[in-house]
């Protein structure tokens, strides 16, 4: 089976004058290399197609795959994460990870939210804001966690979204909104522990391959599960397994709300406990990050004896069954 991959490599963009803040949500060589080793050693053949722009290029002079490894994240838009597997779609090309439907909604965190809530999971209470004349409108309790409504890998996220008075919620609502050029997701502060549960599998047949506690360490000044600190982990972030009971509820939440949005073959779903230490929903990510040492998804999985490979191949026996499917 030919596999083709799709990917946004940073230092693409980083030649174009893109900022590294700009590709935070890109892949590096080292995580194209890791999925390519992970798929020829599953004996699947592997082709690399690129971004978007390349893969058109491709599919105008005729090239096909039997199926297409996406992980590319798009760049502009809010549906950036669609485009991809949209196109593929148009062409009745199989490809691995969600449809365009779901990574459209997903990526779109309110309307995540009011999806989750809606199948009666918990979730913090929110409100979008989509302009400076909305603000007042906010009539949540302090503290509140803002953030923009559709980015990832911490993005505009850091020390300054933990809000406790209307004065500051104004001015840093106004800095997300003028940044990001996009609505900004204001929520309940959730004091508790966080955790991320990785999911592999569609539907009905979807699993859990592990959980990790996240715990940014007391000394470092910003407590806060940042771009800045999931970028530099090591030494200021620990992770670690919870114990069975808490792995259990956390696990439920997870895999209903993966269920719920429909994500498909593989991810993760990131947990927050309440003041009351009940397990709350926060975003689901159903392109994960892959690299084979530094992300989240391939961490938890090791923490649970699971390899890099068989991770790997977990996701892609989902995605061939859809094939089988359809």
């Keep these: ?14 030649k174009q004058g893109f900022s590294n803040e ?19 050693s599953l ?11 390349e893969l058109t290029a491709e599919l105008a002079q005729g090239k096909r795959w039997d199926i297409v490894f996406n992980i590319a994240e798009g760049l502009h838009g809010m549906g950036r994460e669609a485009q991809v597997p949209a196109l593929l779609d148009a062409f009745k090309i199989p490809y691995v990870f969600s449809n365009p439907v779901v990574l459209g909604v997903t990526l779109h965190k309110a309307m995540a939210k009011h999806i ?39 993005k505009g996220i850091d020390m300054n979204s933990l809000v406790t008075s209307s004065k500051e919620l104004y001015s840093r609502v106004l800095q997300l909104l003028e940044k990001f050029q996009q609505p900004v997701l204001v929520e309940e502060f959730l004091p508790g522990r966080e955790f991320t549960v990785g999911i592999t599998g569609t539907g009905m047949e979807a699993k859990t391959c592990g959980i990790m506690e996240v715990m940014v360490k007391a000394r470092e000044n910003e407590k806060i599960y940042s771009l800045h600190n999931k970028e530099n982990y090591k030494g200021k972030v620990d992770y670690s397994v919870p114990d069975e009971e ?5 696990y439920k939440v997870a895999l209903e709300a993966w269920k719920a949005l429909e994500c498909e ?53 989902s995605a061939e069954k859809k094939i089988c499917r359809k």
């Design 1 to 14: 089976m030919i596999v083709g991959l799709t990917f946004d490599l940073k230092d693409t963009y980083l």
């Design 43 to 53: 004996g699947y053949q592997t082709e690399r197609i690129g971004n978007i722009l």
């Design 265 to 317: 073959d593989g991810g993760r779903v990131d947990i927050k406990m309440d003041k009351n230490g009940i397990p709350c929903f926060i975003e689901v990510n159903p392109l994960a990050g892959l690299n084979p040492i530094h992300s989240d998804l391939p961490i938890l999985s090791r923490l649970h004896g699971l390899s890099y490979e068989e991770l790997i191949s977990r996701i892609m026996q």
């Design 116 to 154: 989750v809530r809606g199948h009666g999971i918990p979730t913090a209470d929110f409100f979008m804001v989509k302009n400076r004349a909305e603000i007042p409108l906010i009539t949540l309790g302090y503290p509140v966690f803002i953030k923009p409504v559709a980015e990832g890998t911490g």
């Design 246 to 250: 808490i792995s259990r509820q956390c």
């Design 22 to 40: 700009e590709v935070a949500e890109f892949d590096s060589e080292e995580t194209i290399w890791g999925i390519e080793s992970a798929l020829n």
